[in-house]
């Protein structure tokens, strides 16, 4: 789902948002994880995709300012970041 809800070959930021806190990443806490994102990306890659997510491992975490919070909810069910790709 992660691959097919954004653009994971737009470098440094998603739509109109720029900048490299929009960048495509893969937060993982274990080597499992880890393992998932890559090979997952290594498909994409495979089918020919110039593929720019990154696969990092998790750090600390802060919860963004409240007007960040319930985005989906807020936006009517339709924010313009969601649009599904057929990637697989």
Known sequence: VFFETHDPTQRDGQGPDIG???RSAVFFQNE???EVAQ???DLLIAKGY???T????AAEF???EN?????YDNK????????????F
């Open 62 to 64: 802060y919860s963004a």
């Open 54 to 57: 990154e696969i990092l491992p």
């Open 39 to 41: 090979k997952l990306k």
């Open 50 to 52: 110039d593929v720019a």
């Open 20 to 22: 490299p806190q929009y």
């Open 76 to 87: 009517g069910g339709t924010p313009y970041c969601h649009a599904p790709r057929k990637l």
């Open 67 to 71: 007007y960040h919070q319930d985005y």
């Open 32 to 34: 499992a994880q880890r």
